[in-house]
C-alpha cells in the first residue's frame, strides 16, 4: 500500500465499484481514491458474465417492471450503450453484441396480458417493439414452435434491439479508463478483503487483510456485503436479506437470440429465460432457477457465518421470512426450485416446467447443469413492514454509501454511479461536473 489515508475508499470491485471510480475519476476533482477488492480479478462474483444473463435489460422484455421503471430502465441502459460507444472498436466488440429478444407468453392469459402491455405509452417508449403471432414467431425464432402443440396459444413482444454485455469485462474497462485519466492518486488493490470497519473521529478506518487504512468516505460497492458492513457500523438495523441462489443449465445452440418470459407479479426474480452465451456461441443458457441459500457467495461456505451475521437471525427476521415464506406466489416458486435443485428429478422437473415452455423439442440429454455458472441474488428484507423490498436498496449514511441491490442489476451501474458521485462530492466538498456527464450519458441533456 503507497499510503494509509485516502478521501475516499470504495469497497468492491464489481460493476457498481468500477462505474462510481470511473466516475469520479473522470468529472470530479476527489484526489485520493482506493479501490478495494477482495479477489484476485475485478467481477469475480455477480458481476462475471457467467453468473448472470449477459441482459442489457432495456424494460421492453421484463414483464413485471412498471411503466415508469421502464423509462428508468431505458435510461440507465442508454448511458451506458454511451459509454461504450465511445470505446475503441476492439475493446467495444470485447465486450457487447447486439442481438434479437423477446418476451413470450404461453397460454391464453399470457397472451392477452402480452396484447395489454403494449399499450400506446410502452409503443411510444419502445418504438421498435413489435407483437407477433405463432406464425411470426416461427420466422424470427423457429424452435419456440417446432414440436409445439397445436392448441397451445403463444404470442410474443419482440425486438431487434437486444444487446449481450459482458458486465466483468465492462468493470475492466472502466478501470482502463479511469487510470489513464492523467490525475495521480489512484490506487486499486486487489486480494484485499475489507475484514471490519469503524468510524473514528472523522475518520473511516478499515481492517483489511493487508494492513488498515482509513477515509474520509466510503462506498460499499461490496453486493450482500454492503449490508454486513452497514451494521457493523451501526446501519440497517430493520434489515435482513434473503440470499437467492441463481444456477442455470445449458443446452446445444437452440435460440437466435434472448426468450424472457411472464412473470408472476409478487414474485421478485425473473422467470426462466434463455439466452446465447458471449462466452460460448455454441450453446443456450436456461435459467436462472431459484433457490434459497444461507451463504452470501455462491457456493463458498465460507460465507455462512457471514450471512447469518448479515441477516441478524432475530425474532424479527424469522417472523419476517414466515409472513414472506406465506405468499402463494413466493411460496410455489420457491417449492418447485427446491425440487430444480434435486439430483436427476430436477433437471427432469426443470426441463417439464421450464425449458420446454420455451423450446418444446428439448430433451433431457440436451440439459447439462451449468456447473460453474451462477450467482445470488441478495433480497434484502424490512423486518418491520416483513416483506422482501423491490428494486434498487441503498443505504445513504453519513459520508458512508451501501449499495446492496442495484436495479435494473449491473445495467443500472452508471444511473448509480451518477447518484452516488453527487452524494460522495457534497461528503467531501468537492466538485462533481454533474452537467458534463450528463450531456456525455443522457440523451434528453
Ligand atoms: C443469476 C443472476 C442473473 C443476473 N442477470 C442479470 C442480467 O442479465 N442483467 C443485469 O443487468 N443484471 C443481472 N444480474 C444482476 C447483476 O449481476 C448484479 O446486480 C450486479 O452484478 C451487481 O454488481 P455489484 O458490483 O454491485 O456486485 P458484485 O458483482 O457482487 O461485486 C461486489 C464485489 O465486492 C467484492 N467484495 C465483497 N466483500 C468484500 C470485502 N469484504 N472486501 C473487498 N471486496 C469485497 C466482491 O469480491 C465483488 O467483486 C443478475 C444476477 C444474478 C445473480
Redesign the pocket.
Known amino acids: 500500500m503507497k499510503r494509509m489515508r485516502y478521501d475516499l475508499i470504495i ?8 462505474a462510481l471510480l470511473y466516475t469520479l475519476r473522470n468529472y470530479s476533482n476527489i484526489g485520493n481514491i482506493l479501490l ?4 484476485s480479478n ?7 458474465s457467467k ?7 432495456f424494460g421492453d422484455i421484463e414483464s413485471n417492471y412498471s411503466i415508469e421503471k421502464a423509462k428508468e430502465t431505458k435510461k440507465a441502459s442508454n448511458m451506458l450503450l454511451r459509454y461504450i460507444e465511445r470505446l475503441p472498436e476492439d475493446e467495444r466488440k470485447s465486450l457487447i453484441e447486439k442481438c434479437q429478444k423477446m418476451l413470450l407468453g404461453v397460454g391464453e392469459e399470457e397472451v392477452a396480458f402480452l396484447k395489454k402491455r403494449l399499450s400506446k405509452e410502452m409503443q411510444e417508449l419502445f418504438p421498435k417493439l413489435k407483437y407477433l403471432s405463432k406464425e411470426e414467431i416461427a420466422e424470427v425464432e423457429p424452435n419456440v414452435v417446432k414440436g409445439r402443440k397445436n392448441q397451445e396459444p403463444i404470442g410474443a413482444l419482440y425486438s431487434d434491439e437486444g444487446y449481450m ?1 459482458d ?1 466483468g469485462k465492462l ?1 475492466t474497462s472502466f478501470v482502463k479508463h479511469s487510470e489513464d485519466s492523467d490525475k495521480g492518486g489512484l490506487e486499486l488493490l486487489l486480494d ?4 471490519a470497519v469503524k468510524k473514528s473521529g472523522e475518520e473511516f478506518v478499515l481492517d ?1 487483510n493487508k494492513g488498515t487504512v482509513s477515509s474520509k468516505a466510503v462506498v460499499f ?3 450482500a ?1 454492503s449490508l454486513y ?1 452497514a451494521k457493523m457500523l451501526g446501519y440497517g438495523k430493520n434489515l435482513s436479506t434473503l440470499s437467492v441462489g ?1 444456477s ?1 443449465y445449458y443446452t446445444p445452440n437452440v435460440l437466435r437470440g434472448k426468450v424472457y418470459r411472464v412473470e408472476k407479479g409478487s414474485v421478485p426474480f ?1 422467470a426462466v429465460h434463455g439466452d446465447p452465451d458471449l462466452n460460448f456461441p455454441d450453446r443456450t443458457r436456461f ?2 432457477t431459484a433457490t434459497v441459500s444461507p451463504l452470501l457467495e455462491k457456493g463458498n461456505f465460507n460465507t455462512l457465518l457471514d450471512y447469518i451475521k448479515t441477516a441478524g437471525l432475530s425474532g424479527e427476521a424469522i417472523l419476517s421470512l414466515k409472513t414472506i415464506l406465506s405468499d402463494k406466489d413466493i411460496r410455489q416458486v420457491m417449492g418447485k426450485n427446491v425440487v430444480y435443485g434435486m439430483p436427476v428429478i430436477g433437471k427432469y422437473e426443470f426441463l417439464q416446467k421450464e425449458a420446454r415452455k420455451i423450446i418444446p423439442s428439448l430433451e433431457y440429454r440436451d440439459l447439462k447443469f451449468a456447473e460453474e455458472a ?4 441478495p433480497q434484502v428484507i424490512d423486518t418491520v413492514k416483513r416483506k422482501i423490498l423491490m428494486g434498487e436498496l441503498k443505504i445513504t449514511g453519513d459520508k458512508v454509501i451501501f ?1 446492496m ?2 436495479s ?6 452508471l444511473q448509480t454511479a451518477l447518484e452516488d458521485s453527487i452524494d460522495i462530492a457534497k461528503f467531501l466538498g468537492k466538485d462533481f461536473d454533474e452537467k458534463r456527464f450528463r450531456q456525455d450519458f443522457i440523451s434528453e441533456d
Open positions: 469497497v468492491g470491485g464489481g460493476i457498481t465499484g468500477t478495494v477488492e477482495k479477489y475485478l467481477s469475480e462474483l455477480n458481476s462475471n453468473s448472470n444473463s449477459q441482459t442489457l435489460h454485455v458486465f468493470s484485499t478483503e475489507v475484514k483489511t460497492a461490496a453486493g456485503y458492513f441463481g442455470f425473473a435459467g436462472p451462477g450467482g445470488i441474488r449499495n441491490t442495484p435494473p442489476g449491473a445495467t443500472a451501474c
